[in-house]
């Protein structure tokens, strides 16, 4: 064993004249750093098309990313025009044809990424079933009405919190955030199980006062008690008393899957708004408790002398 | 699994390389396996050869290629060549050069030895200081990398020379999954099969060749 150490070390030796850094080492037994698929998405800025200078840009941080790729699926083993490759074909998935009567059609999916001109069609998952008499086209037909049906789902736009609440003060900053969360949903379009996902991406206050805040990407965070009162990205100061009701806008992007398929981007955002909030605005008044009645009998705080407001 | 056995496979297989390839593949041997493990190595070299009962064996040409798999990381892999057309200022060239520039990045993940792709990739570059750490990391001390190699199946630029004299490639870049094996033969992990990603790559021109000069994912 020694003598094999020893030739590891003189090995690794060697292979450092010509690099910049040895390797590192790990600690006895335990694995090094996983994570080595290279992926510089996740590390370096986006990049979109702009049309018109012609060139790519870094993409708007405040736009929420939507998906780089897009998709397509063939039918199993089929090579084009009516030829279909045998062997495939012994293999194929085996799709049953549903209690409906409706026959199942076994298809691959493919994608390419979509900012590349040129990109050519590769690999993506599969075989899923569809049932369809014409499976060709059974995907545009969904895509035409996925937006709508989106829009048309029950998605929770969240739970707003203010703090503080029920009620708060004229001028102080108030505390907004929003509770969302991803949901999911089984819906049946062109009798396809079509699964839908729907992530809270944007936000949009309506403080009921006149003032807008939004779309913008920050739902706003939970404040300690003892930090009420701070400006937060979210926060609302109302100039004037009264009861105001507050509506929350969340904007969602989607994506769906046909039958277990790869889930694909749904074009367009869906807006959902949640249940108004209600908010009493009062005012604050500073009196001075320090008089003494004697001296002063209409002093603040003295008997008989009227309520606060 | 004793230094003997050891000492004689890596030797053998070194000078093989070295002496079909040139020296720097012999770097890239060492880096490769350096310390794999000789039993599995051997014993699966040897299996072709015994159980054949054809008359004239065939020996198996030492510096054949051989990608890596479950039994060692990959042999005699062939350090890519930078085609003629990579090192002219035109749009091929670009789109030649954006190619071979992950040719040398499959190449480190194959062999363990980044050295070449370190020497070409841009600074800052995150994402390529990590996947050299993870290559180097994994093709030591016994361990190797299957999979992880990357194809370009598009290279694409305008060829729009930018105010700061630099260029735009877009590149559909394919990777295969990778396979993280230990040195002991199970494999840690493998990381899922992705999408064929849109890379962008900023390019630089000067004193006859390319250099990349930013790197980026493309969105949309």
Redesign the interface.
């Given at each position: 064993m020694s003598l094999s150490r020893l030739l590891s070390l003189l090995l690794i030796t060697v292979m450092s004249l010509g690099v910049t850094a040895g390797p590192a080492r790990a600690e006895g037994g335990e694995d090094p750093e996983f994570g080595g698929s290279w992926s510089p998405g996740l590390t370096m800025g986006g990049h979109t098309w702009d049309a018109e200078r012609k060139e790519f840009v870094p993409a708007d941080p405040h736009v929420p990313s939507t998906d780089p790729n897009e998709y397509k699926y063939e039918l199993q083993c089929h090579l084009g025009g009516g030829d279909f490759d045998t062997p495939c074909l012994a293999r194929q998935l085996d799709c049953k044809d549903r209690e409906d009567g409706a026959k199942g059609i076994p298809v691959m999916w493919l994608s390419r990424p979509r900012g590349v001109p040129g990109a050519v069609w590769a690999h993506h998952s599969g075989p899923t079933c569809l049932y369809d008499p014409k499976p060709e086209d059974l995907l545009p037909r969904i895509a035409a009405d996925i937006q709508r049906q989106f829009q048309n789902l029950p998605v929770n736009a969240g739970r707003v919190v203010a703090q503080p609440s029920p009620n708060t003060l004229r001028g102080a900053e108030t505390n907004f955030y929003a509770e969302a969360v991803e949901q999911q949903f089984d819906i049946t379009m062109l009798g396809q199980k079509v699964h839908v996902v729907a992530t809270p991406v944007q936000y949009t206050w309506n403080y009921g006062d006149g003032t807008v805040f939004g779309p913008q990407p920050s739902m706003g965070g939970q404040l300690p008690q003892d930090r009420w009162g701070e400006k937060t990205r979210t926060s609302h100061a109302y100039a004037t008393t009264g009861d105001f009701q507050v509506i929350l806008t969340t904007s969602f992007q989607g994506t769906y899957s046909v039958n277990a398929g790869p889930p694909l981007p749904i074009p367009g955002q869906g807006q959902f708004s949640a249940p108004p909030q209600g908010i009493s605005v009062w005012r604050s008044l500073t009196r001075n408790y320090a008089d003494d009645c004697n001296t002063n009998p209409q002093g603040q705080g003295c008997p008989g002398v009227g309520a606060l407001r | 699994m004793t230094?003997?056995n050891?000492?004689s496979s890596?030797a053998a297989q070194s000078g093989a390389a070295a002496l079909a390839v040139g020296f720097?593949l012999m770097?890239a041997g060492?880096?490769g396996g350096?310390?794999a493990d000789p039993g599995k190595a051997s014993a699966t070299a040897a299996e072709p050869a015994s159980p054949s009962v054809t008359p004239t064996p065939t020996p198996t040409p030492s510096a054949v290629y051989k990608p890596a798999d479950a039994t060692g990381p990959a042999q005699n892999v062939p350090v890519p060549v930078l085609p003629e057309v990579a090192k002219t200022e035109t749009k091929e060239g670009a789109e030649a050069f954006t190619k071979h520039w992950f040719s040398i990045?499959s190449y480190a993940?194959e062999t363990g030895?980044?050295?070449l792709f370190?020497s070409i990739a841009p600074s800052p570059?995150?994402?390529c200081q990590?996947?050299s750490?993870?290559?180097?990391?994994?093709?030591?001390?016994g361990?190797w990398?299957v999979g992880?190699k990357?194809s370009t199946?598009?290279s694409?630029t305008?060829f729009?020379k930018?105010q700061d004299g630099t260029y735009?490639v877009?590149?559909?870049?394919?990777?295969e999954?990778?396979s993280?094996v230990?040195a002991d033969g199970t494999v840690?992990?493998t990381?899922p099969q992705?999408?064929?990603?849109?890379?962008?790559l900023v390019l630089k021109y000067g004193e006859g060749e390319w250099s990349v000069v930013e790197?980026?994912?493309?969105?949309?």
């Open positions: - | 230094s003997q050891f000492f890596r720097s770097l060492c880096a350096a310390p990045l993940y030895d980044a050295a370190e570059c995150e994402a990590k996947v750490k993870v290559i180097r990391d994994w093709h030591s001390e361990r990398l992880g990357l199946p598009v694409n305008t729009n930018g735009q877009a590149v559909q870049v394919h990777q999954p990778l993280y230990r840690a992990r990381d992705t999408p064929d990603q849109g890379n962008l790197l980026g994912s493309i969105v949309g």
